[in-house]
């Protein structure tokens, strides 16, 4: 090979890798800025792989209320599965399951998958989620199949902000609202009843009265005038 097309492969090569790593850069460094989703935690055992498992908590910081996973589950097998249980080892939490319909458990069909979190599918809620669950930690989460047996993975902990507010917990403590205090004095009786009517003046004491006269005790009665 001549010097000159040695020359060229090697220019030809840096700029290669030099796109690699500036690609690699933007999509590590700053995904959320490229519009571009992270991958997120995907595991396959036997029959069974779960992808883009999330545990997504409230979405203001500090904010108290329950979390929820979310993740798909395939079912490569000919039989369907049902995921039994999710649990979070080394926590407290308490996760509870709902069909996306109906009050079964929640069915993996054969060859087919189920999505976990988001509305209109089946949801794992962690009850105290603000308590087992803090942004930017790794979670251990199990799933519990009910022919595959426990499969587990490290999943993302994550507000329910951006990329992730349709697949967070549906609970979401409402704002708190100032209750007016109460008066210091309470205000004035209102009048029930009809006022009474004002009585006529008695007649002073001691005055005749007009007509007739009654003769004092002992004194001829005059008839007439």
């Known amino acids: 090979m001549s010097r000159s097309l040695r020359r060229g492969a090697l220019a030809a090569t840096a700029i290669v890798l030099s796109v690699a790593a500036l690609s690699a850069c933007g ?46 589950v395939f079912n490569n097998g000919s039989t369907p599965q049902t995921v039994d249980a999710i649990t979070l080892p080394g926590t407290k939490a308490v996760v509870k399951l709902k069909a996306a319909e109906g009050t079964g458990p929640i069915t993996v069909p054969a060859h087919g998958s189920v999505l976990i979190g988001g509305q209109g599918n089946a949801s794992a809620v962690i009850e105290n989620g603000s308590e087992a669950a803090r942004n930017g930690d790794a979670q251990k989460i199990v799933f519990k199949l009910s022919k595959t047996g426990d499969v587990s993975l490290n999943a993302f902990i994550v507000p329910a902000t951006s990329y992730f507010k349709d697949y967070g917990p549906e609970t979401v403590p409402a704002a708190p609202t100032t209750v007016p205090a109460a008066p210091t004095t309470a205000p004035a009786a209102t009048p029930t009843g009809t006022p009474a009517t004002p009585t006529s003046p008695a007649t002073p004491s001691g005055e005749a009265s007009h007509g007739a006269e009654t003769p004092a005790s002992g004194e001829p009665t005059t008839a007439g005038h």
């Open 27 to 72: 999509a590590g460094n700053d995904a959320q800025t490229l519009e571009v989703r992270p991958d997120n935690a995907a595991v396959t055992v036997d029959d069974v792989k779960i992808q883009n498992a999330l545990v997504v908590t409230q979405p203001e910081p500090g904010a108290k209320g329950p979390a929820a996973v979310s993740a798909s």
